[in-house]
């Protein structure tokens, strides 16, 4: 058994920026990654490196070497699966037992299943890691037409099931690769779920004027092929001949390895504003933690980088005897086409907005109220309203759409 003082378990920005706190204090500190690669920033994955502009290196937090140097002992292809919290002891899959003095739990989540007849087939790819968007790359570029076309499928088409962040990321990279793009999604927007059907529709319209096949209200009921995929069906009856299907409708928190480790889950691992679990010598970060925010006065779950990383910074610093508060504002930023979006604060639950439209250059700002209170706010080709947006949000419990537009300069 290897014993640390420190050890962060996850290959995402939150163990990988946490652990770099942690060897600061020059004592035994390991770094457990499930995937084979070190940890690196996961939102170009559906962007610049699908498009073929970044590599794995250009994406990694730190040099290989960066771990050695700095004294991390760097455990890759490694995941949890057994945490006796009593002992400090937490299990790899590989049989390897560590014990700790306090550990960081940064696990992630993982994509949810497509539940229909034939999401197990070939072709159907879901997206969350590096290897997942290398997995997708080399399937489109080795494919033959002839063959599926024989099938009765067509290999310049692709169906993307989600029309969220990821869904819109993926279509809008993939748009120039040649092949027909279909982009199914239930409700009746783009990214309904956090901007709101006035946004979603705006969104709609860009995706459509880039050349994207939209199917909204509708949901794949059906994968049809024998080993492989060659059309989808929809719940309006339509068939989408296709030889890719990608699927992004959501994640689920990767803890069903933690259930009997006595720590306290609900949807995630319950954490407090210090990062703490039910037990003081465990933390939690990212997007597996739950945590409660000052702010909002409940608990909420994020899964967003922006935010894995600051609380990853302040569990980091209360395992090492701080006692620092994590409450941020929200913020989340996607590249689609030429669009560049950007949205701040709490993006559910909202029940008013006011927008101003520039639809020549496709420029979009927005607050949402909830009970006349502003909750977020969002900015679509202006880039220099989120500073602005962002210290209105700190300053003012009121502040309008007009307030942000004026502070613009």
Same mark, same amino acid.
């Not at 040099?63 to 002992?73: A, F």
């Given at each position: 058994?290897?014993?640390?003082?420190?050890?962060?378990?996850?290959?995402?920005?939150?163990?990988?920026?946490?652990?770099?706190?942690?060897?600061?204090?020059?004592?035994?500190?390991?770094?457990?990654?499930?995937?084979?690669?070190?940890?690196?920033?996961?939102?170009?994955?559906?962007?610049?490196?699908?498009?073929?502009?970044?590599?794995?290196?250009?994406?990694?937090?730190?040099?290989?070497?960066?771990?050695?140097?700095?004294?991390?002992?760097?455990?890759?292809?490694?995941?949890? #699966?057994?945490? *006796?919290?009593? !002992?400090?002891?937490?299990? @790899? %899959?590989? /049989?390897?037992? =560590?014990?700790? +003095?306090?550990?960081?739990?940064?696990?992630?989540?993982?994509?949810?299943?497509?539940?229909?007849?034939?999401?197990?087939?070939?072709?159907?790819?879901?997206?969350?890691?590096?290897?997942?968007?290398?997995?997708?790359?080399?399937?489109?570029?080795?494919?033959?037409?002839?063959?599926?076309?024989?099938?009765?499928?067509?290999?310049?088409?692709?169906?993307?099931?989600?029309?969220?962040?990821?869904?819109?990321?993926?279509?809008?990279?993939?748009?120039?690769?040649?092949?027909?793009?279909?982009?199914?999604?239930?409700?009746?927007?783009?990214?309904?779920?956090?901007?709101?059907?006035?946004?979603?529709?705006?969104?709609?319209?860009?995706?459509?004027?880039?050349?994207?096949?939209?199917?909204?209200?509708?949901?794949?009921?059906? #994968?049809?092929? *024998?080993?492989? !995929?060659?059309?989808?069906? @929809? %719940?309006? /009856?339509?068939? =989408?001949?296709? +030889?890719?299907?990608?699927?992004?409708?959501?994640?689920?928190?990767?803890?069903?390895?933690?259930?009997?480790?006595?720590?306290?889950?609900?949807?995630?691992?319950?954490?407090?504003?210090?990062?703490?679990?039910?037990?003081?010598?465990?933390?939690?970060?990212?997007?597996?933690?739950?945590?409660?925010?000052?702010?909002?006065?409940?608990?909420?779950?994020?899964?967003?980088?922006?935010?894995?990383?600051?609380?990853?910074?302040?569990?980091?610093?209360?395992?090492?005897?701080?006692?620092?508060?994590?409450?941020?504002?929200?913020?989340?930023?996607?590249?689609?086409?030429?669009?560049?979006?950007?949205?701040?604060?709490?993006?559910?639950?909202?029940?008013?907005?006011?927008?101003?439209?520039?639809?020549?250059?496709?420029?979009?700002?927005?607050?949402?109220?909830?009970?006349?209170?502003?909750?977020?706010?969002? /900015?679509?080709?202006?880039?220099?309203?989120?500073?602005?947006?962002?210290?209105?949000?700190?300053?003012?419990?009121?502040?309008?759409?007009?307030?942000?537009?004026?502070?613009?300069?």
């Amino acid at each position: 058994m290897d014993h640390y003082d420190y050890v962060a378990l996850g290959g995402g920005v939150a163990g990988g920026r946490a652990v770099e706190l942690l060897a600061r204090s020059k004592r035994p500190t390991a770094l457990v990654c499930a995937e084979s690669f070190r940890p690196y920033s996961r939102p170009p994955l559906s962007k610049s490196v699908l498009r073929g502009e970044k590599t794995a290196e250009d994406i990694a937090l730190r040099d290989l070497s960066y771990y050695s140097n700095k004294g991390i002992d760097l455990i890759l292809g490694d995941c949890g #699966v057994n945490l *006796d919290v009593g !002992a400090q002891q937490l299990t @790899l %899959s590989s /049989g390897r037992v =560590l014990s700790f +003095d306090k550990l960081l739990l940064a696990p992630g989540s993982h994509p949810s299943k497509l539940p229909v007849p034939g999401g197990q087939l070939d072709g159907v790819h879901y997206f969350r890691t590096i290897d997942d968007a290398h997995r997708l790359k080399k399937w489109m570029e080795d494919s033959r037409p002839a063959q599926h076309q024989r099938r009765g499928g067509a290999a310049n088409e692709v169906v993307i099931v989600g029309g969220g962040f990821v869904g819109c990321e993926i279509a809008s990279a993939l748009a120039g690769s040649g092949r027909r793009i279909h982009l199914v999604e239930a409700d009746s927007g783009l990214m309904v779920r956090a901007l709101g059907h006035q946004v979603g529709q705006l969104m709609a319209e860009r995706h459509r004027e880039a050349g994207v096949n939209l199917h909204l209200g509708v949901q794949v009921t059906q #994968v049809c092929g *024998d080993d492989r !995929a060659h059309s989808v069906v @929809l %719940s309006n /009856g339509a068939e =989408l001949n296709c +030889d890719t299907v990608v699927v992004g409708i959501g994640a689920v928190p990767t803890v069903g390895w933690l259930e009997s480790s006595g720590l306290t889950l609900s949807d995630g691992i319950t954490v407090d504003e210090y990062a703490r679990t039910s037990n003081a010598n465990v933390y939690a970060a990212g997007d597996a933690a739950r945590f409660w925010s000052p702010s909002l006065s409940r608990r909420i779950r994020v899964e967003h980088e922006a935010n894995a990383l600051s609380q990853a910074v302040v569990a980091a610093r209360n395992m090492l005897g701080s006692n620092v508060i994590h409450d941020p504002l929200p913020y989340v930023w996607s590249e689609q086409f030429d669009l560049d979006i950007w949205c701040l604060g709490e993006l559910h639950g909202h029940d008013d907005i006011e927008l101003i439209i520039d639809r020549d250059r496709w420029a979009i700002l927005a607050v949402y109220y909830k009970e006349g209170r502003p909750t977020s706010a969002l /900015g679509v080709n202006v880039p220099n309203a989120l500073a602005p947006a962002r210290t209105l949000f700190q300053t003012r419990k009121h502040f309008t759409v007009g307030d942000i537009a004026a502070a613009t300069t």
